[in-house]
């Protein structure tokens, strides 16, 4: 008989199996049921899982191996992008619109998919998240106009991206690579990017195998991190300064 993911306690507290009994094929898939209650998703994410299911399929949780990850200190953009970069006045802030960021990447069209992952439950669990200083945004502006951004949840100094999109061209490179930039400031070494992807591996992801990756989540997320939103923390990033920081 095939290995069969596990059925989850509809207990909110109840333990996830371990992350490296997840499934080869479909690689990752670990659990199925459950809901996405505040507790359910911190201690998914503090043990290296995370849900991603359709419209229509029960909530599926996984831990692919290897995982995509970025490391802060040596994030990278193209040459030819951080040079136009030098005359953007594009501005960069955090937790300032969060649920906007969410409803944009739901609604951002995806190479191969048809429709969406981010389920209007999916968005109400985030926000959620979000209300109790977990989940985090990173929004890029035109003067008043909001055209990229980057969401994802934060425990200890652990960040695990989730989506990201963009209005007009380049406005997730510059989220993400602003969040890469204040991240290394902090000292937190990892953004989780989950699976492979070319664009992520042109912006510099890079895999890790799971259990290195699940080694350096336990340790991250262990440690003390900032409560409450990031707004006042990031501060205001002029994308011009990315030019300059990042490393290609």
């Given amino acids: 008989m095939s290995p069969r993911p596990v059925l989850l306690s509809p207990k909110a507290d109840a333990p996830f ?16 049921g459950g809901d996405l209650s505040p507790l359910r998703l911190l201690n998914a994410y503090s043990g290296g899982i995370f849900p991603w299911y359709s419209q ?11 995982r995509m990850v970025f490391h802060t200190e040596r ?12 005359r953007s006045a594009w501005l960069v802030r955090a937790d300032t619109a969060f649920e906007q960021v ?43 106009c909001l055209i990229g951004g980057i969401y994802g ?42 699976v ?3 664009h992520l591996i042109s912006l510099g992801a890079q895999e890790m195998p799971r259990t290195e990756f699940l080694g350096k989540v336990a340790a991250l997320t262990a440690m003390p991190g900032p409560d409450g939103p990031w707004t006042a923390r990031f501060g205001e990033m002029p994308a011009a300064e990315l030019s300059r920081a990042i490393t290609s």
């Fill in 102 to 144: 969410i409803a944009a990447c739901a609604h951002s069209p995806r190479v191969g998919q048809d429709g969406t992952w981010i389920t209007t439950e999916m968005q109400g669990a985030y926000l959620h998240l979000h209300r109790l200083g977990h989940a985090h945004s990173v929004e890029v502006f035109e003067g008043p």
């Fill in 17 to 32: 199996p371990p992350a490296e009994s997840a499934l080869r094929q479909p690689d990752g898939l670990l659990a199925i």
């Fill in 196 to 198: 492979a992807n070319d």
């Fill in 153 to 194: 949840v934060s425990i200890g100094r652990m960040f695990f991206g989730e989506s990201m999109f963009s209005a007009l061209p380049g406005g997730s490179k510059v989220a993400l690579a602003a969040l890469g930039r204040r991240l290394w400031q902090w000292d937190w070494p990892l953004i989780d990017a989950q």
């Fill in 56 to 66: 229509g399929q029960p909530l599926l949780w996984w831990s692919p191996d290897p």
């Fill in 75 to 86: 994030f990278s953009l193209p040459s030819r992008f951080r040079r136009s970069l030098r």
